[in-house]
C-alpha cells in the first residue's frame, strides 16, 4: 500500500546566497522524494527560507536596504538555484508568506490560552549569531563554540514559553520510539541533554531592540523569537500550501524532517515541546545528518569556504556533485570536500564505471547490429551476473529505508564491475571479427546493456536527468513514477528487443587537469569579484631592521587555511582565508604564488600569522595580516605548524 510522506528541509536563514551545504539537505529530500515516488508512495516535498530575526536586521542595514529588500533578494537567489539544478520541491516557504504568519500567530493565541507563555524579566548570555540565550554549560571558554564570540549579557523583559513542563512526556517519547531520531547517536545526545532540568524558552524579543519579526498577537509591543516563528513553517505550509490547499490531514502524519546536527536542539527539544504544547501531533521522524568538510574546517558561509551550486553546475554538473555528495558521506557522519576526491570519485566510478561499460556495449551493438539484440537463453555466466543484479535490487529498498545510501550506490557499482570483468572475459570484440560468434556477441552486449539499464532505474534518484537519458537511449519507456512495481522496472531481463542503438552519446566524460584548474580559476575569480575596492600596489617584504622591542610588539597566532586561490593577473600572489580564531577569517595575500601552483593543497595547514599587522589596502583586496613562510635559493614553503595547535593561539 502507497504511504503518504512529508520531506522536509530546515527553512534556510537568508542571511547568505546558496552553497552545497544547503545542497546537501535540499538534494537529500530531493533524492528521497524520488527514491518514494520511484517505490509506488505519495510524496510531498517542502523547503523554503527563514526571514526574520537581528542577523538580517544588521546585514540589511549595511546593504542600505530594508529587512524585506534584502530577504526577498536572498531568498529569491534560493528558489532560483533549485529551480535551475530541477529540485523537484512541491511548495516552497517563506516566514514572511501571510498564511505562515497567520498561523504562527493562531498557534501563538492557542498556547498563550493554555497558559503555556508567561512574562518576565531576565538576564541571560545572549549570542546574535545563534539569536538565543546560552546557557553556561554551553560555552566553551566564555565563547559560543558556533560563532567563537563571546555572548553580550542581557536583561530584559519577554515572555517564555514552559518548555521545562514538557520534558519528561519529550524523553518519555524518544526512550518509546528508538528510531525516532536518527542515527542513533544523536538520540542519545538528546537524551543526555534531557537529564538536566529543561529551562524554560524566550520566545519574544521587544521592539524596542528588534522590530523584524511577526508580531505577539497577544501583546503589539514584541515580536516573535525568530526560532519558534521558523519551526513552524513545517505544518504551516500543510495548512495552507501556495495554491492554497490544506493538506495537514493529508501528510502530517507521515512529517519526515531532514536537518543537519548543528540544528539537532531546537528540532529534537524546542520543536517537539512545542508542538505538544499546541495540541500537534508529533512528527514522525528527524533524520540528522553530518558537515560536509573543506579541509578541517565546516563548509560556511561565516569561513568564506562555500561552494556555490549553480557555479560547480556550470563547470561539472550538479548531479555529478549530487552523486559524490550522497556517495561520500555516511548519513550521520561528516565527511569532506575536496575538487580532487571529487574528480577521483567521478572518474573512477562514472567515466570509468557506468560511462565506460555503456560505451563499450552500446558502441559494439550499434556497429554489430544497429540495435539491441533479441533475448536468448543465458549461460552460466550471464545468470552469475542476473544474481548479482537481483542481490542489489533486493537490497535497494531497505539501504533507502535506513537512509544507508552510500551502500545503495556501493551495491550498484559493485554490479558494474562484476559486468565489467565479465565482459572483459567474454572479450566480444573479438566476437565480432568471427561470423560464427554472432550469436554469442549479442548475448554478451545485452547482459552489458542489461546491467547499464538496471543502474539507470536505481541510480535515478541520485542523478534524474542523467538516468533519464540513458535509459531513453536504451528504449526504456516505461515512466518511474511508482505506476510500474520497482521490482519489475529494475528487473534484470527487461531490456526491450529491437531498440534502435547509434553510436552512444559520451554520458560521462573524463574530468582532467585543465577542467580542474578551470573551475579553480572561475571560483578565484568569484571570489576577487567580491573583494573590497583595493589601492594599486602590491604588498612588499619588509627589509628595515628591527630592535627586539620592535618585535616585542608583534603578535603572532595560528591560523588555518580554509580557503585559497591563485590571484589572477598577480605574479606573486595568492589568496588565502584564515581562521585565526575569531568570529570571521581573514583574508590574506600571500607572495608564495610561484612555489604554490596548486594554492588548494595549503587547506587545513596550520600556518604562522602577524596577527597585529595593520591591514593594508590593494588592488586586489584587503590584506589583513602576513603569512609567515621559510625562503631559501629557490624555495618558498609557508611556515607551518605541527601537533595539536588550533587557530588562534598564540606563537611564543
Same mark, same amino acid.
Given at each position: 500500500m502507497a504511504r503518504k510522506i512529508y520531506f522536509t528541509t530546515p527553512i534556510y536563514y537568508v542571511n547568505a546566497e546558496p552553497h552545497i551545504g544547503h545542497l546537501y539537505t535540499t538534494a537529500l529530500a530531493d533524492m528521497l522524494k524520488r527514491y518514494h515516488v520511484l517505490a509506488g508512495d505519495d510524496v510531498w516535498f517542502q523547503t523554503g527560507t527563514d526571514e526574520h530575526g537581528e542577523k538580517i536586521v544588521q546585514v540589511a542595514q549595511k546593504q542600505g536596504v530594508t529587512p524585506k529588500q534584502f530577504a526577498d533578494g536572498i531568498s529569491g537567489k534560493f528558489r532560483d538555484a533549485w529551480d535551475k539544478i530541477d529540485i523537484?520541491?512541491?511548495?516552497?516557504?517563506?516566514?514572511?508568506?501571510? $498564511?505562515?504568519?497567520?498561523?504562527?500567530?493562531?498557534?501563538?493565541?492557542?498556547?498563550?490560552?493554555?497558559?503555556?507563555?508567561?512574562?518576565?524579566?531576565?538576564?541571560?548570555?545572549?549570542?546574535?549569531?545563534?539569536?538565543?540565550?546560552?546557557?553556561?554549560?554551553?560555552?566553551?571558554?566564555?565563547?559560543?563554540?558556533?560563532?567563537?564570540?563571546?555572548?553580550?549579557?542581557?536583561?530584559?523583559?519577554?515572555?517564555?514559553?514552559?518548555?521545562?513542563?514538557?520534558?519528561?512526556?519529550?524523553?518519555?517519547?524518544?526512550?518509546?520510539?528508538?528510531?525516532?531520531? $536518527?542515527?542513533?547517536?544523536?538520540?542519545?545526545?538528546? /537524551?543526555?541533554?534531557?537529564?538536566?532540568?529543561?529551562?524554560?524558552?524566550?520566545?519574544?524579543?521587544?521592539?524596542?531592540?528588534?522590530?523584524?519579526?511577526?508580531? /505577539?498577537?497577544?501583546?503589539?509591543?514584541?515580536?516573535?523569537?525568530?526560532?519558534?516563528?521558523?519551526?513552524?513553517?513545517?505544518?504551516s505550509g500543510l495548512t495552507e500550501t501556495s495554491r492554497g490547499e490544506n493538506r495537514f490531514d493529508q501528510y502530517w502524519s507521515g512529517c519526515n524532517h531532514l536537518i543537519a546536527k548543528d540544528i539537532l536542539k531546537t528540532h529534537a527539544i524546542y520543536w517537539p515541546t512545542m508542538l505538544m504544547s499546541a495540541g500537534i501531533p508529533l512528527f514522525k521522524q528527524l533524520d540528522v545528518h553530518g558537515y560536509w568538510m573543506v579541509g578541517e574546517s565546516k563548509m560556511s558561509k561565516s569561513l568564506g569556504n562555500v561552494i556555490r551550486?549553480?557555479?560547480?553546475?556550470?563547470?561539472?554538473?550538479?548531479?555529478?556533485?549530487?552523486?559524490?555528495?550522497?556517495?561520500?558521506? *555516511?548519513?550521520?557522519?561528516?565527511?569532506?570536500?575536496?575538487?580532487?576526491?571529487?574528480?577521483?570519485?567521478?572518474?573512477?566510478?562514472?567515466?570509468?564505471?557506468?560511462?565506460?561499460?555503456?560505451?563499450?556495449?552500446?558502441?559494439?551493438?550499434?556497429?554489430?547490429?544497429?540495435?539491441?539484440?533479441?533475448?536468448?537463453?543465458?549461460?552460466?555466466?550471464?545468470?552469475?551476473?542476473?544474481?548479482?543484479?537481483?542481490?542489489?535490487?533486493?537490497?535497494?529498498?531497505?539501504?533507502?529505508?535506513?537512509?544507508?545510501?552510500? *551502500?545503495?550506490?556501493?551495491?550498484?557499482?559493485?554490479?558494474?564491475?562484476?559486468?565489467?570483468?565479465?565482459?572483459?572475459?567474454?572479450?566480444?570484440?573479438?566476437?565480432?571479427?568471427?561470423?560464427?560468434?554472432?550469436?554469442?556477441?549479442? $548475448?554478451?552486449? $545485452?547482459?552489458?546493456?542489461?546491467?547499464?539499464?538496471?543502474?539507470?532505474?536505481?541510480?535515478?534518484?541520485?542523478?534524474? *536527468? *542523467?538516468?533519464?537519458?540513458?535509459?531513453?537511449?536504451?528504449g526504456e519507456k516505461r515512466p518511474l513514477d511508482g505506476s510500474v512495481a520497482l521490482e519489475e522496472l529494475a528487473a534484470f531481463g527487461a531490456l526491450a528487443d529491437g531498440i534502435e542503438i547509434d553510436k552512444p552519446p559520451r554520458f560521462f566524460p573524463r574530468i582532467d587537469e585543465a577542467a580542474l584548474s578551470q573551475i579553480t580559476e572561475q571560483m578565484m575569480a568569484e571570489a576577487d569579484a567580491a573583494a573590497k575596492a583595493a589601492a594599486q600596489r602590491e604588498i612588499e617584504p619588509i627589509k628595515e631592521q628591527i630592535t627586539i622591542d620592535d618585535f616585542a610588539k608583534v603578535q603572532l597566532k595560528v591560523g588555518r587555511v580554509v580557503e585559497a586561490y591563485p590571484v589572477e593577473k598577480a605574479q606573486k600572489l595568492i589568496r588565502l582565508m584564515v581562521d585565526v580564531g575569531e568570529e570571521n577569517p581573514r583574508q590574506i595575500f600571500a607572495g608564495i604564488k610561484s612555489h604554490y601552483p596548486r594554492p588548494e593543497k595549503l587547506i587545513g595547514q596550520n600556518v604562522i600569522v602577524v596577527a597585529n599587522l595593520k591591514p593594508r589596502e590593494m588592488k586586489f583586496g584587503l590584506s589583513e595580516g602576513m603569512v609567515l613562510a621559510a625562503s631559501g635559493d629557490d624555495r618558498l614553503v609557508a611556515a607551518t605548524v605541527l601537533g595539536a595547535a588550533e587557530p588562534g593561539d598564540g606563537i611564543s
Open positions: 523537484a520541491y512541491d511548495d516552497f516557504i517563506r516566514t514572511t508568506d501571510a $498564511r505562515h504568519v497567520k498561523y504562527v500567530q493562531d498557534v501563538l493565541d492557542k498556547v498563550h490560552a493554555s497558559g503555556d507563555i508567561y512574562f518576565d524579566e531576565y538576564t541571560g548570555k545572549y549570542c546574535v549569531g545563534c539569536e538565543r540565550y546560552l546557557t553556561d554549560t554551553e560555552l566553551v571558554d566564555g565563547k559560543c563554540p558556533d560563532h567563537q564570540t563571546a555572548p553580550k549579557e542581557v536583561k530584559e523583559a519577554n515572555y517564555f514559553f514552559k518548555m521545562g513542563k514538557y520534558q519528561q512526556q519529550l524523553i518519555a517519547h524518544i526512550e518509546e520510539n528508538p528510531h525516532w531520531i $536518527r542515527p542513533e547517536r544523536f538520540r542519545n545526545e538528546v /537524551l543526555s541533554f534531557l537529564k538536566s532540568p529543561l529551562e524554560d524558552l524566550c520566545i519574544s524579543r521587544p521592539k524596542t531592540r528588534l522590530e523584524w519579526g511577526i508580531e /505577539l498577537p497577544f501583546d503589539d509591543k514584541y515580536v516573535t523569537y525568530v526560532w519558534f516563528d521558523a519551526l513552524l513553517n513545517y505544518p551550486p549553480l557555479s560547480f553546475d556550470a563547470a561539472f554538473g550538479i548531479e555529478n556533485l549530487r552523486y559524490f555528495l550522497f556517495k561520500e558521506m *555516511k548519513f550521520g557522519a561528516d565527511s569532506s570536500f575536496t575538487y580532487d576526491l571529487f574528480v577521483e570519485r567521478y572518474n573512477s566510478d562514472l567515466a570509468n564505471g557506468l560511462g565506460n561499460l555503456l560505451a563499450r556495449n552500446a558502441g559494439l551493438v550499434a556497429k554489430n547490429f544497429g540495435a539491441i539484440p533479441a533475448h536468448q537463453p543465458l549461460t552460466d555466466a550471464e545468470n552469475a551476473v542476473a544474481a548479482k543484479a537481483k542481490e542489489v535490487l533486493d537490497a535497494y529498498r531497505s539501504n533507502f529505508e535506513s537512509r544507508q545510501f552510500a *551502500k545503495s550506490i556501493e551495491d550498484v557499482c559493485a554490479l558494474i564491475g562484476e559486468t565489467d570483468k565479465y565482459i572483459t572475459l567474454m572479450e566480444p570484440w573479438k566476437m565480432a571479427k568471427d561470423e560464427s560468434k554472432k550469436g554469442d556477441l549479442a $548475448r554478451v552486449l $545485452r547482459c552489458g546493456l542489461e546491467v547499464c539499464r538496471v543502474a539507470a532505474v536505481l541510480l535515478s534518484p541520485v542523478m534524474p *536527468k *542523467k538516468c533519464a537519458e540513458i535509459l531513453e537511449y536504451l
